[in-house]
């Protein structure tokens, strides 16, 4: 499961996807956004997917966002694989869903 937490320094290697944001600031909870971005991006209605807490804490992830938003700090990102999308969240309320085939391979 692809993971980092770093600040964005534009040096991603995963192609651009679908992007979309929430509001840390008014009380969104990322997990939330992230069922609904990726139910939209793989055009189902959201009950269908798996629950998020298989591949990720929502709570952990929640808290995260807020903690870091709530202190200022630059945004960080996390990684993970669901649904068989990339799902890349940042803590300053961005979500980047790439198809999870279109991963860059490393070369041996």
């Known amino acids: 499961m692809p993971s980092t937490d770093d600040s964005d320094n534009g040096s991603d290697e995963r192609p651009p ?3 979309t ?3 840390p600031a008014g009380g969104d ?3 939330e956004a992230i069922v609904t971005a990726v ?7 959201p009950l269908e997917l798996s629950p998020l807490y298989d591949v ?3 709570g952990a992830l929640d808290t995260l966002v807020e903690h870091a938003h709530r202190i200022g700090a630059d945004a960080h990102q996390v990684w ?3 649904e ?6 940042r803590t300053d309320g ?3 869903i790439v198809d999870g085939t279109d991963r860059v391979q490393p070369t041996a």
Do not use: H, K, L, W
């Not at 068989?84 to 969240?89: A, K, L, M």
């Open 29 to 31: 909870e990322p997990s």
């Open 84 to 89: 068989g999308f990339d799902v890349g969240v």
């Open 17 to 19: 996807g679908y992007v």
């Open 56 to 58: 990720v804490e929502p």
């Open 21 to 23: 944001t929430f509001d």
């Open 39 to 45: 139910a939209a991006v793989a055009n189902v209605d």
């Open 80 to 82: 993970f694989t669901y």
């Open 94 to 96: 961005q979500i980047r």
